[in-house]
């Protein structure tokens, strides 16, 4: 049983990397792809992508729970990956971190763009 959760994580540990390299190329496609004149249209990419990384954020999380509460069974290999692991949420929460405050920048020019737009009416 324990050999085939470990399996089952570390397969679908070793899928999140590859998938996570799909989704930056979609994501800087995506942004492309909006007028950089769209303050909103390009803070609501940010939150969005605030928001997956969020979902991604949680089942590292899970995982390395699984990871801490069986740490005996998975021996060297399970430490290794818990730090790999934990390297990864750090990474998500940066990224998080990141796509907020530019969200929050363009959240902000958006306003400023619709201020100036009302007073010259």
């Known amino acids: ?3 085939i959760t ?3 994580l570390v397969g679908c540990a070793q899928m999140n990397t590859i998938g996570s390299i799909q989704s930056n190329e979609a994501y800087s496609a995506k942004l492309r792809n909006i007028d950089p004149n769209n303050h909103d249209a ?5 939150e969005d992508a605030a928001n997956e990384m969020k979902a991604k954020l949680q089942e590292q999380k899970k995982l390395l729970e699984e990871y801490e509460g069986h740490s005996n069974a998975y021996g060297r290999r399970g430490q290794d990956r818990q730090s ?3 390297a990864k949420i750090r990474q998500y ?4 971190k990141e796509n907020l405050k530019e969200a929050s920048i363009h959240r902000k020019m958006a306003e400023e763009e619709k201020r100036e737009l009302g007073f010259n009416k």
């Open 42 to 46: 390009i803070a609501k990419h940010y």
């Open 84 to 86: 790999h692991i934990t």
């Open 6 to 8: 470990l399996g089952s």
């Open 93 to 96: 929460e940066n990224s998080i």
């Open 1 to 3: 049983m324990i050999g």
